[in-house]
């Protein structure tokens, strides 16, 4: 049974800051890439960013420059450090972990968390 869950969401001002985690909590044996996903009202999920096990990252071109994605596999935690906000970046933030699990001998498979809101607005 694996647990990820989001933290760090808020209702910030545009031009503003938000870091966000994701905390993974279970029978663990391996995770390998981590990404988090957005929703905004009306909208299908899309990626923001991504980070594979060995620390390579994907942005989506919207959050390019703005957005950082980072990892800490001892604390099986990811981050999305998120500056210069804009009001299009307002969405359910969702963590995204493909997990090998401890029992079994079976694949490993995504898992989702609950998700966290980010508003921007003036």
């Known amino acids: 049974q694996v647990q990820l869950v989001e933290s760090g969401g808020n209702l910030v001002q545009p031009g503003g800051s938000l870091r966000l985690s994701c905390v993974a909590s279970?029978?663990?044996?391996?995770?390998?890439?981590m990404g988090w996903y957005r929703q905004a009202p009306g909208k299908q999920r899309e990626l923001v960013a991504s980070?594979?096990?060995?620390?390579?990252?994907n942005y989506a071109d919207s959050v390019t420059g703005r957005f950082t994605i980072s990892r800490d596999n001892a604390k099986t935690t990811a981050y999305l450090q998120m500056n210069s906000l804009e009001p299009e970046d307002t969405a359910v933030y969702y963590c995204?972990?493909?997990?090998?699990?401890?029992?079994?001998?079976?694949?490993?498979?995504?898992?989702w968390g609950q998700g966290t809101q980010v508003t921007v607005s003036s």
């Open positions: 995204n972990a493909n997990i090998r699990l401890r029992v079994g001998p079976g694949s490993p498979r995504d898992y």
């Open positions: 279970g029978s663990i044996l391996f995770i390998g890439t």
């Open positions: 980070i594979t096990a060995g620390g390579s990252t």
